[in-house]
């Protein structure tokens, strides 16, 4: 089993800046990684897909955040992280991780998701 954590959102005043950080603990290793995903889910509106990180280390990201919001990986493949910068009211929601793999054992896909963490944008 695989659990992801995230932190990092919070309170921020529109222009500002947030970094989500995303851990992955458990059998990782079994886990042939497809692709890193943030989501997020604003009130009353229907969860979307806000960036990517593919294995191959292509960056995909949603018009309403290009330019703006940065993924990453760390060099150990454990952590994902989401650099938010200029910051809009918009961009308020709970922002959710998302491990997209296959097993390496059984080639099942194997789909993880962590508990969401809350950012609001706000004066």
């Known amino acids: 089993q695989v659990r992801l954590v995230e932190s990092g959102g919070g309170l921020v005043q529109p222009g500002g800046s947030l970094r989500l950080s995303c851990e992955a603990s458990?059998?990782?290793?079994?886990?042939?990684?497809?692709?890193w995903n943030w989501y997020r889910q604003a009130p009353g509106k229907q969860l979307e897909l806000v960036a990517s990180l593919t294995s191959g280390s292509s960056e995909d990201y949603a018009d309403s955040v290009k330019g703006r919001f940065t993924i990453s990986g760390d060099k150990s493949g454990n952590t994902v992280y989401l650099q938010m910068n200029s910051l809009k009211p918009e961009d308020t929601g709970v922002y959710y991780c998302?491990?997209?793999?296959?097993?390496?054992?059984?080639?099942?896909?194997?789909?993880?998701w962590g508990q969401g963490t809350q950012v609001t944008v706000s004066s």
């Open positions: 998302n491990l997209d793999g296959d097993s390496m054992t059984s080639a099942q896909a194997q789909d993880y």
């Open positions: 458990g059998t990782i290793r079994s886990i042939r990684v497809n692709a």
